[in-house]
Structures are given as structure tokens and as C-alpha cells.
């Protein structure tokens, strides 16, 4: 049985119900969460709460819990959930009215919902490398802001299934911007380079951990702007993101990058033991 949080209530996950005129469905007018609870210990959950609350203030939905609230009911939902590696998925959508309207009505009342999966990929030591494939980023202008609207990224993802590539990266005008799912990261030289935060991307949990990370063992990294070329021309290719950690980038579109994997090991070393503490 999976215990979820729905409205107030903790219910196995196969009674939860909500309304289909529920904004998130009808609209996507929602935002959610994706974090990693290694050893029934939630991985960065301040970092995750602040990005949970800057959305929530950017798309205009307020809600009736305290930062303090919704952290007590994603460690209930980790401790409900009888598995010591978990992915906690929280949504929160503005709500369901009784007509459809775009413009929401004076006071909807949120849905907020939490559930729980098991992690199955726990970062260790041998990782695979994955392969990827390029393709142009068709997304919208405010990937910054960690929306369910994922059409996109669908779309993206059943792509790179039909061509059994692991993961799409994506450019914008001759610039890296990040993957369908995951953060990316080039290596060239002995530095390591991250598209800035203005290239719409999401500022990923686990890139943040990454940059500290390469910060700590006293390696450069610069945010910035990486051109397809620069890009296909590293030593290394690595995506991150909270299901997956860090992974190692072996070709794209069939053509081999990451003739290495020296930065890549220090920093996966490194990452392992973060997610042990
Ligand atoms: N997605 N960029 C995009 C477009 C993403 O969807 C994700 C993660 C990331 C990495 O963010 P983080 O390190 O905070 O997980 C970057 C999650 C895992 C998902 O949609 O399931």
C-alpha cells in the first residue's frame, strides 16, 4: 500500500480523488516537486521548500499552509511509506471551480498532493553513461518555473524512447539550454562549464549541489552561455537531475563525447557521499 497526502488527509494512494474540473487538469495551473529521500532522510528539502515557494508567489497561488506545514507532511509521507529510498512527488494546483474559466475565481482553494515512489537508481559508483540526442528547444519562455505543464517534455521523452536515446538535450539558437529532464554540465580543459540561470532553464536542485560540489574540490566552474559547438567539442558531458543524480554523457546523436571521466568520477565520488550523510 502507498500512502499519499491529499487535502488535509493521509489515504492509500488508490482512494485519492480529485474533481476533473481541478485547474491542474484542466490547465496545468499547477507546480509540483520531485525530491530524493535516501535513508528516510528528505536530500536538500530547504533548497526544494524555497523553490516550492518562490513558484507558488510567482504563479500567484497562496496557500493556507506554512513553509513548516508542508515540510512535516513530506517527512509523514516519507515515514508512511515503508521504503528506506523514495521519490516524493508534490503537486499543488490552484484548485477546482465549477466552470471552466482561465481566470480563476476569487478564491479557489488549492489541491495539494503528495505521494510517494520508490527510488530505485541510488547513486553509486557504477553508473552507466547514458546516450543522448540534440534536439531544438520549442519549449516555453518561464522554464524557471517548475510547472506541471510538461507537454513538451513529453513529447521530448517519447521521442527519445521511439529512438532509444536515455535523454533529449536542447538548444536555443545555437545554445545549450538543458535536457528534457535533467540539467547539463560540459567539461573542457579541466573546467567545468553549466548554461546560466537567464538561458530558461530550471535551476535544478541538483545542479546547485553539483556546482557546490566542483566548488569544493577546487576545480572552475562558470555559468554561462555554451555553444552547440564548444558543447559537442568537451571532454566530458554529464546531465543531472533528482531521480537520476549525475550521469555521464557516452554519445549524442550517435556521435561519442566524453572521451573522459576524470572530473565526472571526483564529483559522482563526492555526490555519493553527500547523499549518504
Ligand atoms: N525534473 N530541468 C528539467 C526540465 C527538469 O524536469 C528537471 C527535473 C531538472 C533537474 O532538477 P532537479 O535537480 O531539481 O531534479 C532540470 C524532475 C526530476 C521531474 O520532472 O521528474
Known amino acids: 500500500m502507498s500512502i499519499c497526502y491529499l487535502n488535509g488527509k493521509f489515504l492509500d494512494l ?81 484548485g477546482h471551480e465549477d466552470i471552466r474559466d482561465h481566470i480563476p475565481g476569487p478564491s479557489p482553494s488549492p489541491t495539494i498532493f503528495v505521494c510517494s515512489f520508490p527510488l530505485k537508481n541510488i547513486p553509486n559508483a557504477q553508473m552507466t553513461a547514458i546516450k543522448a540526442s540534440l534536439k ?15 507537454l513538451a517534455n513529453v513529447m521530448y521523452k517519447i ?15 545555437g545554445y545549450i539550454t538543458e535536457g528534457a529532464v535533467s540539467n547539463v554540465f560540459c567539461v573542457k580543459n579541466n573546467e567545468v562549464k553549466t548554461p546560466s540561470l537567464e538561458n530558461n532553464i530550471l535551476p535544478g536542485i541538483t545542479r546547485s549541489v553539483i556546482i557546490d560540489i566542483v566548488n569544493k574540490i577546487g576545480i572552475k566552474i562558470t555559468e554561462s552561455k555554451i555553444s552547440v559547438e ?3 567539442n568537451s571532454d566530458e558531458i554529464w546531465i543531472t537531475n533528482t531521480t537520476k543524480g549525475i ?3 557516452s554519445e549524442i546523436d550517435e ?23
Do not use: C
Not at 520549442?138 to 522554464?143: E, L, V
Not at 536515455?166 to 539558437?173: A, K, R, S, T, V
Open 14 to 94: 488508490k482512494e485519492a480523488k480529485i474533481s476533473p474540473l481541478d485547474r491542474g487538469f484542466l490547465f496545468g495551473d499547477a507546480i509540483y516537486e520531485v525530491i530524493a529521500s535516501y535513508n528516510n532522510k528528505p536530500f536538500k528539502i530547504e533548497d526544494h521548500l524555497d523553490r516550492l515557494f518562490i513558484n507558488l508567489k510567482d504563479i500567484k497561488i497562496s496557500i493556507n499552509y506554512s513553509r513548516q506545514e508542508v515540510k512535516n507532511i513530506l517527512e509523514s509521507v516519507i515515514e508512511k511509506n515503508d521504503l528506506s529510498n523514495q521519490i516524493i512527488y508534490l503537486q499543488i494546483s490552484r
Open 136 to 150: 531544438k528547444d520549442f519549449r516555453w519562455r518561464k522554464s524557471n518555473i517548475k510547472s506541471t505543464s510538461l
Open 159 to 173: 521521442q527519445a524512447s521511439e529512438e532509444n536515446f536515455f535523454e533529449i538535450i536542447l538548444q536555443e539558437n
Open 230 to 232: 564548444d558543447f559537442m
Open 247 to 249: 550521469l555521464l554523457v
Open 255 to 277: 556521435v561519442q563525447v566524453s572521451n573522459s571521466d576524470n572530473v565526472y568520477s571526483k564529483v559522482l565520488k563526492k555526490f555519493i557521499e553527500e547523499t549518504l550523510v
